[in-house]
């Protein structure tokens, strides 16, 4: 692989702290590298650094003669007195971008809904930012640099967004640096991963579940980590292996491996407890929501809701921009007027919502953090510990430094983590939170989600990060036509729902692949499936196979499972070879490592193979 650009002997220094000391990296043409870390470690430094946007105080950036860089920032400079199309496509003629195939994508994928003519000046936050993505996008580059992507954007978006990332570039061209907190991304897209701490990168292979698993073996094998950050760690790869997404769509053998890893970490959450102790704060009557409808000038948007919500419930609303996500949590609180039908709320109800824009931060001004936790004598349970506000703050990655500092001075994340520990100590047994996820790293996040595991009360959510939603809530809702559906397959059913799902590249190679070995004819371009009326007429093995096919099938099942298990084997055997290597010879390490990734990537392709074979013959 071609090199693109990287540094040598980087140093970036601020008057109050050094970010990077001898920092040497490199990004290679193919490469697709997702970039995480805690707030304030330098990711979005590491980006200005590659890009020439932050000049190194020693060493040197390094990039090929003609590389073109685009960068996306967490800060758009776009003209206010421009028109969106003037954004996007600049002076192009309009039969020039529009017989573009790609530019027609991108306006359809994140400017649906909003105005081509329209003034920059006069667009909301959110807008400006979709508007600055399809500009970048809409660009030839050949290394693109996001920070924080994500942000604005609701599922479907999201979505779309990693589907073009997938496909904007062929295999091994163009290259790819994105920071983002949503780990849903960082696994659809990345095949990298790059950990900033403490002044250095540690390189991983594979997604973000890939990275968490890495790097509890690296740590297992050191023996450095400390005894609080491996539980976290585990109790994130008790997620992977036991959420809907994992058991949806992950490996089997990689299922089996993070199993393995976390066989003695109890469930995240003890839902009848929590339902139990819900019940003794709450009663049995929390919101009842009857025939609710709401209408703005003839638009209707809850149209006759039915809906109760219980003590203990965890639930998750999902819908896109504008489909009434806010109407609904208002009406829930009973400060909607309703068009028609009426909300019951229970009378020991006590809610508490973390808006998105954190407006309940704002009276405290210059107040320390040290002098607004004073204020709260209270202490709180938590995991059945009482925890004081110093030791919740604690839990919530604040040092004894950052008490000292003002509200106001407090970054995004710190601000939102507060906001939430104010929250908690408040008491309430009904929590609404609205995007609780923004602003914070994925370390941070874990801590947030390992906080709520223990919060014994009813959890309403409304996210974008669909790896927050499934790994916090136990049942999903869409908002759909003014209506609450429930989603027993979480957001992907929403997707489907919505026709936002895009068939997967690798199940769709592999169908390919095994169907060319059996001489079948593949599946039409859509990807569809048999309608329920053939798979229930098909029996156990579909009718328009010949006996010979389906011997073929079942041979070439019977081959991989073989196969399948002598990769096992040999996975075993470097895994104890690993385990018997000095753990400083990183050189050993990473090789042993390296073929260990390839037996696990046949493996995975062995294994879609045996799926395709066994949904052909009805199995």
Not at 50 to 66: F, N
Not at 279 to 303: C, E, H, P, T, W
Not at 529 to 540: I, V
Request: with cysteine; aromatic share 6%; proline share 3%.
């Amino acid at each position: 692989m071609a090199f693109l650009l990287g540094c040598e002997k980087a140093r970036v220094e601020y008057p109050t702290k050094t970010i990077f000391e001898e920092l040497s990296l490199g990004v290679d043409e193919g490469d697709r590298i997702g970039i995480v870390g805690r707030n304030g470690d330098g990711k979005s430094t590491l980006l200005g650094l590659l890009s020439g946007a932050v000049e190194p105080d020693e060493g040197r950036v390094i990039r090929t003669r003609g590389v073109r860089v685009g960068v996306l920032g967490q800060t758009d400079d776009l003209e206010d007195s421009q028109t969106v199309r003037q954004s996007v496509v600049g002076d192009k003629p309009e039969y020039e971008w529009a017989a573009d195939q790609r530019i027609r994508a991108i306006i359809d994928g994140l400017l649906r809904d909003i105005p081509w003519e329209g003034v920059i000046g006069e667009l909301s936050g959110g807008q400006r930012r979709r508007v600055d993505l399809a500009r970048l996008l809409a660009g030839d580059w050949d290394v693109l640099m996001l920070d924080e992507p994500t942000n604005h954007l609701d599922v479907r978006a999201i979505t779309w967004l990693a589907e073009h990332l997938k496909e904007r570039w062929k295999p091994g061209v163009g290259a790819l640096l994105v920071v983002t907190h949503d780990r849903w991304f960082l696994d659809e897209v990345c095949t990298a991963m790059w950990e900033v701490h403490d002044g250095e990168i540690d390189p991983f292979e594979g997604g973000f579940s890939a990275y968490i698993m890495q790097r509890v073996e690296r740590d297992r094998l050191a023996a450095q980590a400390e005894q609080k950050r491996q539980n976290q760690l585990r109790r994130e790869l008790a997620w992977l292996s036991r959420g809907a997404r994992a058991r949806a769509t992950k490996p089997k053998f990689h299922v089996a491996a993070a199993q393995a890893l976390i066989a003695d970490v109890p469930p995240l959450r003890n839902e009848i407890e929590l339902k139990r102790m819900a019940m003794a704060r709450l009663g049995k009557q929390v919101v009842d929501l009857n025939q609710v409808s709401v209408a703005f000038d003839d638009r209707v948007i809850l149209d006759q809701v039915d809906w109760i919500i219980g003590p203990g419930d965890r639930y998750g609303i999902v819908g896109a921009n504008g489909a009434g996500k806010t109407t609904l949590l208002r009406t829930i609180q009973g400060l909607q007027p309703l068009t028609h039908g009426s909300v019951k709320i229970g009378k020991t109800v006590r809610f508490a919502v973390l808006s998105q824009h954190l407006d309940e931060l704002r009276a405290f001004g210059n107040d320390r953090v040290r002098q607004v936790i004073g204020r709260y004598n209270r202490r709180m349970m938590l995991d059945g510990k009482e925890m004081t506000p110093a030791q919740l703050l604690e839990r919530l990655g604040f040092s004894h430094a950052d008490l000292n500092e003002p509200v106001c001075d407090l970054s995004g994340g710190q601000k939102r983590r507060l906001a939430l520990m104010l929250i908690l100590l408040d008491e309430p047994n009904v929590l609404i939170l609205d995007e609780p996820g923004n602003d914070l790293d994925t370390d941070m996040l874990a801590a947030v989600e390992d906080l709520l595991d223990g919060w014994p009360g009813t959890l309403l959510l409304v996210t974008h990060d669909r790896y927050l939603m499934e790994r916090v809530t136990d049942h999903q809702f869409a908002i759909l036509d003014g209506k609450i559906r429930h989603l027993p397959g979480g957001v992907e059913e929403y997707l489907v729902l919505t026709d936002g799902a895009v068939l997967d590249e690798g199940r769709a190679a592999s169908r390919d692949r095994f169907n060319s070995l059996v001489g079948l004819e593949s599946k039409g371009d859509d990807g569809a499936e048999p309608s329920s009326e053939t798979k229930d007429t098909a029996g156990s093995a579909p009718s328009s196979l010949s006996g010979g096919e389906q011997r073929t099938l079942r041979k070439l099942m019977a081959s991989n499972e073989k196969k399948m298990e002598t990769l096992k084997g040999k996975i075993e055997a470097k895994r104890q070879e690993m385990a018997e290597a000095d753990p400083s010879d990183y050189l050993t390490l990473t090789a042993l490592q390296e073929e260990i990734a390839d037996f696990e990537q046949s493996i995975e392709t062995l294994e879609l193979e045996w799926l395709e074979a066994a949904e052909t013959l009805g199995e």
